[in-house]
């Protein structure tokens, strides 16, 4: 007779077990005959003999509820068994018909003695079916408990020496379990390598703290001294030693700063501009170069600036001839008289001259006409030809923008160089802005071959002063009448060959829009500023007589 409890598979069930006792069982379906077992109450049945409700030398107290979890375990196991040999499952609370081995009961002294065989170590594991209680794991397989979760605090002998700082590991474990020795031979290997090298870590990341302290606090302070404190910046007039700075043209503050700290002058861009907008003239310092100190404050560089004396600039002035500018241009660089004269006349085709430009050769400079005015940076050190060079690329890029090619065919000119030439006679004769205009009608006027006053003759006293290098306005008939030279247009119908100076914008654009009032005729009454003009040779005449009577003749 099978006894209850005691199926196929059977095993002592040990007091310290989670799942014994009768938690969790009372919800399981009864076998029938088995209800009291299920309450914990002993059951007797007739055909069964007493001793078989022992179970080994447990206590009398636990034997209904290890016999329920046997009981339990053993339908669950037959099951099992049946299944994996093809029989019948457990049905209806009955036995099934095939036959099983029987378990021998262990010896209580080791109460998981041949485990791994009872739990069929050859059979397939069918717990995890849906309906199936999920048995304990046979001590055997049972894994090893878990360790508890490991945190940055190691709580050891060294009393809360954070694991960053000790090398991560207790090198004096004297746990003797299995799973203690493994931890305690993990972390015990190399322990003291990995402290040293913890400690290297550590003041390495003290060094990198200690950087990006000292610099959050430089440039919290460079933060506050560009927000709030007043800009670096030299005191006094600067040292003995002096250099030249060249301004370009068209400069804000900022770039004159940094041209000005870049050469040792000021300290600071943000003190210069301080200063600059300080000063009420700041503002009118002009493109060249700057004699200045080293070591300026701010304020004095710009006082300094504004002072003539140190600038070190050629001015080319509206309608000055070239053979004047080259004077300037050998004394601001201290060269021998004559050296950029001699530069212009060998080097003028590389310094960017138009390509209409020279088309004519009798001109007596192949520059008249092409160094436009202003101010112009010319210091010692420099080369003629690089001063030469800034002009004729500031006449050039003039010109371009008016199209002057286009203006030549709408003024009935042969090309541009035409109009750069009437430019530059209006500019010599007339003497106020508002004479530009009725100028330049003049010429336009006079070089028509068919009017019944001149027949082609411009007769200007500007052209022949040109050609002796002169400025005289007393120029006898004789004289003039008996000089063949291509500039006397005395002598000479049309315009001279070339320009006779440098014409500036506002004479330019009063040839480009002359007035057409029927003027052929000009005096400077007075010799000096005041012009007057006519449109007969009888109202010239009258003016004329005006002029001699000023002047004394």
Not at 355 to 376: C, M, Q, R, V
């Amino acid at each position: 007779m099978t006894e209850y409890g005691r199926g196929p598979g059977s095993e002592p069930w040990h007091p310290e077990d989670p799942l014994y006792g009768d938690g969790g069982w009372e919800g399981q379906q009864a076998r029938p005959g088995q209800q009291a077992a299920y309450g914990g109450q002993p059951q007797h049945y007739p055909e069964q003999q007493p001793q078989q409700q022992h179970y080994g030398d447990w206590g009398d107290g636990q034997q209904a509820a290890y016999g329920q979890a046997q009981q339990q375990y053993q339908q669950q196991y037959e099951q099992q068994q049946y299944e994996g040999q093809g029989q019948q499952p457990y049905d209806n609370g009955g036995w099934g018909t095939g036959t099983h081995a029987h378990a021998q009961y262990p010896d209580p002294a080791d109460p998981y003695g041949q485990q791994a065989a009872a739990y069929g170590g050859q059979q397939p594991d069918y717990y995890g079916t849906p309906d199936a209680y999920p048995p304990p794991e046979p001590p055997s397989r049972r894994q090893a408990e878990p360790e508890p979760p490991q945190t940055d605090w190691d709580p050891g002998p060294d009393q809360g020496e954070h694991a960053f700082f000790a090398g991560g590991g207790d090198d004096d474990s004297d746990d003797d379990s299995g799973a203690g020795r493994g931890r305690g031979e993990r972390r015990g290997r190399g322990s003291k390598s990995k402290k040293r090298r913890s400690g290297y870590a550590c003041l390495v990341v003290l060094l990198v703290l200690g950087a990006g302290v000292g610099g959050v606090g430089y440039f919290g302070y460079q933060f506050y001294q560009d927000r709030f404190g007043a800009p670096p910046d030299f005191a006094g007039d600067g040292t003995n030693e002096t250099v030249t700075v060249e301004i370009p043209k068209g400069a804000f503050g900022s770039v004159i700063g940094q041209k000005l700290k870049e050469a040792g002058v000021v300290k600071s861009v943000d003190a210069f501009v301080a200063a600059q907008s300080d000063n009420p003239e700041g503002k009118s310092i002009q493109a060249g170069a700057y004699i200045l100190h080293k070591q300026m404050s701010a304020a004095a560089a710009v006082e300094m600036m504004l002072d003539p004396k140190s600038q070190n600039n050629v001015l080319v002035r509206p309608g000055e001839r070239n053979l004047s500018v080259y004077k300037a241009i050998d004394t601001k660089l201290e060269l021998s008289a004559g050296t950029t004269k001699k530069v212009a006349e060998q080097k003028y085709k590389s310094l960017g001259l138009p390509s209409w430009a020279n088309d004519n050769s009798e001109i007596k400079d192949p520059l008249e006409g092409f160094l436009h005015p202003g101010t112009y940076a010319a210091a010692k050190g420099m080369k003629p030809e690089a001063v030469l060079k800034e002009m004729v690329t500031q006449a050039a890029e003039k010109y371009e923008a008016l199209d002057l090619e286009a203006k030549a065919k709408a003024l009935k000119l042969d090309n541009p160089l035409q109009v750069v030439t009437v430019a530059s006679l209006v500019q010599a004769e007339g003497k106020t802005e508002d004479d530009y205009r009725k100028m330049a009608e003049v010429v336009y006027n006079r070089l028509d071959l068919a009017n019944p006053e001149t027949y082609g003759l411009l007769q200007f006293d500007s052209t022949f002063n040109y050609l002796k290098g002169e400025s005289n306005i007393n120029i006898s008939e004789s004289e003039i009448n008996s000089n063949q030279d291509p500039y006397n247009t005395y002598t000479q119908k049309g315009l001279p060959p070339g320009p006779i100076g440098n014409p500036g914008d506002i004479a330019m654009k009063a040839t480009l829009n002359p007035t057409h009032d029927g003027w052929y005729y000009f005096v400077a009454v007075d010799g000096v500023s005041k012009t007057e003009f006519a449109r007969t040779h009888d109202e010239f005449q009258k003016l004329k007589d005006k002029f001699n009577e000023s002047s004394g003749n």
